[in-house]
């Protein structure tokens, strides 16, 4: 097959030519074996590209929203089950290590009737306390297998695992997580797992190192001495006279060491320092960095935990869109793997899964408190209107305030209070208003024996005098 490729060439001044030393620059594929991923994790410029996502992922965590769940000692009972089999530091561990090597998961390791792993798990025949333990796992220790079909899509999803000592294990029974996402052909070559995020920041990565080395380096030699001495070749040219000028610039060291003077041949010898300017090095250390921060999607604020630079610079925002990318990463990164073990988790805690279960991640920004005061206004008045428009009733403005997390004192126990109190209150509207058309209309009617005197249903002509 013929490879095409497509260039700008100029012959006069030798742009494309061979006399343009960019044209012998190229990309090249860069291979990193999983124990150089781990030495590399060593050092803090690539574990920070590692750890900051993942930690951000999972820093607010998340709540459940299942209406049926409104007994607060339930919520209370997942809350308390979450933190004894550590989920949230075990997913944060399975993001971790996902970005690291390229792929990992959490094995779970279930009380159920089946005790062979290569069985496929029966989610509907779970009950409570059916989780034995969670063990998070990378690459290196589970590896897919896959099935050689026609059928693209069908060949992307593992038929089985297979652990590090021969185990088979259902993917029913492995939440997986993948790093980064690769095309067909070099999944298949990867063995059927994502791409480290260190591939793309490696060279950068790398000349951050070697620069802020070089430069810690310069430090020792930040003052030079320099001392003039007459006739100096011609002294270190014998071997008498190399050693005569040796002895006698190490007494000269060691003389301004201790009494911080220099005594010198006001004839022969002459001293000056030559100091060097670091003024400039900073700025390109910084600078050096702000690349690696880029190539792994972190802002600079965030990836060295500094200020912004610069007039009337805050960072907001960079943060606020560093925020939203890890909010789109939540959804396509977490909340899947984390839907597959809330349908064991739900069944640990309640003996069920609640049909209307689902949960949020709690927002990854936080609000000034000026900012919280005039959200909370607007949604106070906007609340107000409603409930006098007859939309909606107090608990229901009571229950959203619960979900939402803003006010702590807010239990289920009073929101149902408050619902008996807010239904009564209908039905004594609704009463009141049947009572006031049965009276109205008690009014309207006149009964035939009470008519009155000297009308024509009296039988006497009206003026009529006995």
């Known amino acids: 097959m013929a490879e095409i490729f497509d260039s700008l060439r100029n012959l006069v001044s030798g742009l494309g030519t061979s006399r343009d030393k960019a044209t012998y620059t ?12 781990g030495t590399l994790y060593d050092h803090w410029i690539f574990a920070k590209a590692v750890d900051i996502p ?5 820093s607010k965590w998340r709540r459940p929203t299942a209406a049926s769940l409104s007994d607060s000692d339930q919520l209370d009972a997942f809350a308390r089950a979450e933190q004894e089999l550590g989920i949230k530091q075990r997913c944060n561990d399975a993001l971790k290590w996902s970005r690291l090597y390229g792929g990992g998961g959490i094995l779970l390791d279930i009380n159920d009737a089946a005790e062979d792993l290569s069985e496929e798990l029966d989610y509907t025949k779970l009950g409570k306390d059916c989780i034995k333990n969670l063990y998070v796992l990378d690459k290196t220790e589970i590896w897919p297998e896959h099935a050689v079909t ?44 994502g791409a480290s995020i260190l591939l793309r920041i490696y060279d950068e990565a790398t000349a951050s190192k070697v620069t802020i080395a070089s430069i810690a380096s310069m430090i020792f030699e930040s003052n030079i001495d320099v001392v003039m001495v007459k006739d100096l070749f011609n002294n270190i040219m014998t071997g008498k ?19 911080k003077t220099l005594l010198l041949d006001m004839d022969n010898e002459e001293f000056k320092r030559e100091p060097l300017n670091f003024s400039g090095l900073p700025p390109m250390i910084s600078e050096f960095l702000s690349v690696v921060a880029a190539g792994a999607d972190i802002p600079i604020t965030r990836y060295l935990g500094q200020s912004a630079k610069g007039f009337n610079a805050t960072g907001e ?66 609340d107000l209107m409603l409930l006098d428009a007859g939309i909606v009733q107090s608990y229901h403005i009571a229950s959203r305030w619960l979900n939402n997390g803003r006010y702590d004192a807010l239990d289920s126990d009073y929101i149902e209070d408050l619902k008996a109190m807010d239904e009564m209150k209908l039905e004594e509207e609704e009463m009141s208003v049947e009572n006031g058309e049965s009276e109205t209309n008690g009014a309207e009617s006149i009964d035939d024996d009470s008519v009155l005197p000297g009308t024509e249903a009296d039988g006497s002509e009206a003026g009529e005098v006995d």
Not at 54 to 58: E, K, L, N, P, W
């Open 26 to 37: 190229e990309f090249r594929k860069i291979v990193l074996t999983d124990d150089y991923l």
């Open 150 to 193: 026609q059928d693209t899509a069908q060949s992307r999803n593992p038929i089985m695992y297979r652990l590090a000592g021969g185990t088979q294990v259902h993917p029913s029974r492995f939440i997986r997580f993948d790093g980064v996402t690769l095309p067909w052909r070099e999944l298949q070559q990867n063995n059927y797992w």
């Open 317 to 382: 925002g960079d943060l606020r869109n560093y925020y939203d990318m890890i909010t789109a990463q939540q959804d396509s990164k977490l909340a899947p793997q984390l839907r597959q073990l809330d349908e064991v988790l739900t069944r640990h805690v309640f003996g069920y899964m609640p049909e209307d279960w689902g949960f949020e991640f709690n927002p990854l920004w936080a609000m000034s408190d000026l900012d919280r005061a005039t959200v909370d206004k607007t949604d106070a008045e906007t």
């Open 241 to 259: 006279g190399r050693q005569a000028i040796l002895e006698r610039f190490t007494l000269a060291n060691l003389s301004k060491s201790i009494n």
């Open 54 to 58: 993942s930690d951000d992922m999972v």
